[in-house]
């Protein structure tokens, strides 16, 4: 299975502390993690394997996007940060809208993710 782990600047290392509170499950080797970029290199820097798309506002939310609709990502984790605006809004909302069109669970905060996460046990 193919998790995306996306996080805004302030949720950062809410998604590293959330990933390493989930190690033994996210180490499995049956779950496979793609990340934009900083996330991504966030969570190698905790000690795990991800493949690293763009950076968010260069398009890695259109990357992840486009693997969701390609039926290559069967999850998705997007800490998003509610309390700023972000200039590539437009990008948030299409995967969201992917996500919804493809009936791809998304969990945009640590309750929901969690939720998710202890799904697959």
């Known amino acids: 299975m193919e998790i995306a782990i996306i996080?805004?600047?302030?949720?950062?290392?809410?998604?590293?502390?959330?990933?390493?509170k989930n190690?033994?499950?996210?180490?499995?080797?049956?779950?496979?993690?793609?990340?934009?970029?900083?996330?991504?290199?966030k969570a190698e820097n905790a000690g795990f394997k991800v493949l690293k798309m763009l950076s968010g506002p260069m398009g890695g939310d259109a990357q992840i996007a486009?693997?969701?609709?390609?039926g290559k990502t069967q999850m998705v984790l997007f800490f998003k940060d509610p309390n700023s605006s972000h200039p590539h809004e437009v990008d948030i909302n299409m995967l969201i809208r992917v996500c919804d069109v493809h009936n791809i669970p998304l969990a945009t905060n640590e309750a929901t993710a969690q939720l998710l996460i202890n799904s697959l046990t």
Do not use: C
């Open 7 to 20: 996080a805004h600047d302030r949720m950062k290392a809410d998604m590293v502390q959330f990933l390493n």
């Open 23 to 41: 190690k033994a499950l996210l180490s499995k080797a049956d779950i496979e993690m793609v990340a934009t970029g900083t996330t991504g290199s």
């Open 66 to 70: 486009a693997r969701v609709a390609e």
